[in-house]
């Protein structure tokens, strides 16, 4: 039988597939291997602390907290002048 380590037991515990026989090995090998089946387990309950969560933009926020906060330097529009989007068609 071969030899997985921790790298594999992650691997499985992230990816793998219980129906998938890609992964037998490496199930057998938990099954059979006490230590491994301990740290399979740990790896499986910090597995979502370590996985990235996915970046979200601010739908939560208000249109004013994002003219407030967008304190840009470099912006072409001064503090106190905020031109509409259509502004730039109509040549205002």
């Given at each position: 039988m071969?030899?997985f ?5 992650f ?6 597939n219980?129906d ?13 291997n006490?230590n491994?089946s301990?740290?399979?387990?740990e ?8 996985q990235?969560?996915r ?5 939560g926020r208000s249109r004013?907290e994002v003219?407030?906060s ?8 001064p503090?106190?002048q ?11």
């Amino acid at each position: 039988m071969p030899e997985f380590d921790q790298i594999d037991l992650f691997n499985y515990a992230a990816y793998g597939n219980e129906d998938d026989p890609q992964w037998d090995d490496i199930r057998n090998y938990i099954r059979s291997n006490a230590n491994a089946s301990k740290e399979y387990e740990e790896i499986k309950k910090n597995l979502s602390n370590v996985q990235p969560k996915r970046k979200q933009k601010d739908f939560g926020r208000s249109r004013q907290e994002v003219k407030s906060s967008d304190g840009d330097p470099n912006s072409s529009n001064p503090a106190g002048q905020d031109k509409k989007w259509w502004s730039v068609f109509l040549g205002e």
